[in-house]
């Protein structure tokens, strides 16, 4: 054999062992994935994660093992807890999500995994730039409407509450006599309220039966009504309005209850391959 010939089987063998290590790697990471999912299933996160890691690092094109460690990461995050361990599982899920996106921007698992996270631990901007670029992957998504409408009437009830306890008086939609008090909280909320109540509006004209977002849009007429400002007829309006909406949300409520079929259980799913 030649010197060419020789250097050709060489490379060819080399090409082989290559090519059975790769399929072997799969092979072992397809394992670890199915086992994080079923370690998922039965509510063991920790196992899960260290599964999903392996399985990541076996074969890091392996589709689905990212957002699986990720959403793995994220179901330790609890909502309102800021300690340094619930704010870790925040990062890394964060960070996992973030790797998915690198390689497709518009991945609207992704997207809403890290709004959700930003949303519970209270970093509420970024949530809703991260709602926003759901809706802009997705412009019909009505949940990402509805959240964004969430943030604003939760900051705007912030607001309220603090010029509530200032001035000892409670929130049932009272004028705010002070004019000096209701024109800066008017000055705060008064964006937070106009644009809440769009999306509000919005995700109900995507979906007609969204009785969730029927309640906040009760609640959002209601943060508008104590920032009317020396107007009580268009206070008044506004509580008629929020009546309205309360009324409506739990009429459709009822309908929907009355409809609601056995719901497909969703998450993280054995992968079939």
């Known amino acids: 054999m030649n010197r060419s010939a020789r250097i050709f089987a060489m490379a060819a063998a ?50 689905m093992t990212r957002l699986y460690l990720a959403t793995a990461y994220a179901q330790q995050v609890v909502p309102n807890v800021t300690t340094a361990e619930n704010l870790r599982n925040a990062v890394l899920a964060v960070d996992q999500y973030t790797d998915v996106l690198k390689k497709n921007p518009n991945d609207l698992t992704a997207l809403k995994g890290i709004a959700q996270i930003y949303f519970n631990i209270g970093q509420f901007e970024q949530a809703k730039d991260y709602q926003q670029k759901v809706i802009a ?7 990402a409407y509805y959240t964004i409408g969430v943030i604003d009437w939760t900051l705007s009830y912030k607001n309220a509450t603090a010029v509530h306890r200032a001035l000892n008086i409670q929130d049932n939609g009272d004028a705010i006599k002070d004019k000096t008090v209701c024109a800066s909280l008017q000055a705060q909320n008064g964006p937070l309220v106009q644009e809440g109540m769009n999306y509000l509006m919005q995700a109900v004209q995507i979906r007609p039966n969204y009785d969730d977002a029927m309640a906040y849009i009760n609640l959002m007429y209601r943060r508008k009504a104590e920032i ?25 409520r009822k309908a929907n209850e009355a409809r609601k079929n056995s719901q497909t259980p969703g998450g993280i799913v054995l992968d079939q391959k």
């Open 228 to 252: 009317e400002c020396g107007d009580d007829t268009a206070r008044l309006a506004d509580l008629d309005q929020a009546n309205q909406w309360a009324q409506k949300s739990m009429s459709t």
């Open 137 to 143: 992957a997705d412009p019909k998504n009505a949940e």
């Open 14 to 63: 080399v090409a082989a062992m290559l090519s059975l290590s790769t399929g072997c790697s799969r092979l072992q990471a397809r394992d670890q994935l199915n086992k994080g999912v079923q370690a998922y299933k039965n509510g063991r996160y920790e196992e899960a994660i260290t599964h999903f890691q392996q399985a990541v690092q076996l074969d890091p094109t392996l589709p």
